[in-house]
């Protein structure tokens, strides 16, 4: 019997995988699963609370692993998170400063995320800006970029614009929960895509679709499940399916996202 090639969830949020469903921790593990961890700090209300979150979300990760779940975790604030106390933008700066430089001894931090847009507003672009300003010289973290559900076409194509003047380079950019219509301009312009699979983002048959119209994307695609409070198994099922061609299981499900995230054997 051939073995199953393992899997990385490259986006997942663990600390409300393991608040509403701990079982599941042993499930990833026992599926060969590793998982990339964005941080979402719901409810901070001051980038102290944020700060906050983010230790717990790093102590959590190392708590899995001793377990002996592979996972990872990148940091920063979702366009959803945005503390609601004024903070300016200097404080704003100096904030992200330190966290990059504290999590930069932890082996177990990856990069910058869950950031972007939602709305597209005023002050989403500006903290989605500091990040990247706060990101830029610091060249082995990874940029981990949300797009919404929302007029996604329209606001995908409001961060690409911002990703595009800020002067990154693009293979440190993963641009996720892509769809059909939006997967062309970000492979376009040289940037990873990410694609969600779930019941509400996209489903096998949208991979198919994403593949027929943009085979290139096979080298710079990555799945995932952006599990959390609501668990997802679908891309488990779909790498695991006989009919998945067994390159796309390798390729979508393994070396592409580690490949990116610089995971030799997720370990």
């Not at 002050?123 to 990040?131: A, I």
Request: glycine residues 8%; charged residues 25%; negative net charge.
């Amino acid at each position: 019997m051939i073995a199953e090639p393992p899997i990385i969830d490259s986006h997942a949020h663990l600390d409300f995988i393991v608040e509403s469903r701990p079982e599941r921790a042993q499930w990833l593990k026992s599926h060969g699963v590793s998982v990339v961890s964005w941080a979402f700090c719901e409810g901070a209300t001051t980038l102290e609370e944020a700060g906050s979150y983010v230790d717990a979300h790093a102590a959590l990760v190392r708590d899995l692993r001793a377990q002996g779940l592979h996972a990872y975790h990148v940091e920063g604030i979702h366009p959803r998170c945005i503390p609601s106390e004024p903070f300016g933008e200097e404080n704003l700066r100096r904030f992200l400063e330190e966290l990059f430089t504290k999590s930069a001894e932890d082996p177990f931090f990856l990069g910058v995320g869950e950031i972007g847009l939602e709305t597209g507003d005023e002050l989403e672009r500006l903290v989605f800006q500091t990040h990247l300003d706060a990101a830029a010289p610091r060249d082995r973290l990874s940029i981990c970029v949300h797009t919404p559900r929302k007029e996604k076409p329209r606001i995908t194509g409001e961060i690409l614009g911002i990703l595009d003047r800020s002067g990154l380079d693009p293979e440190r950019i993963v641009v996720d929960h892509l769809v059909p219509e939006t997967l062309g301009s970000v492979l376009e312009r040289g940037y990873w895509a990410g694609v969600t699979l779930s019941g509400i983002k996209c489903r096998p048959s949208d991979v198919h679709e994403m593949l027929r119209a943009h085979p290139q994307a096979l080298h710079r695609l990555m799945l995932n499940t952006d599990s959390n409070g609501k668990f997802h198994e679908d891309e488990v099922r779909f790498l695991r399916d006989p009919e998945t061609p067994a390159e796309w299981k390798t390729r979508l499900g393994y070396e592409n996202a580690a490949g990116f995230f610089g995971l030799s054997g997720a370990s």
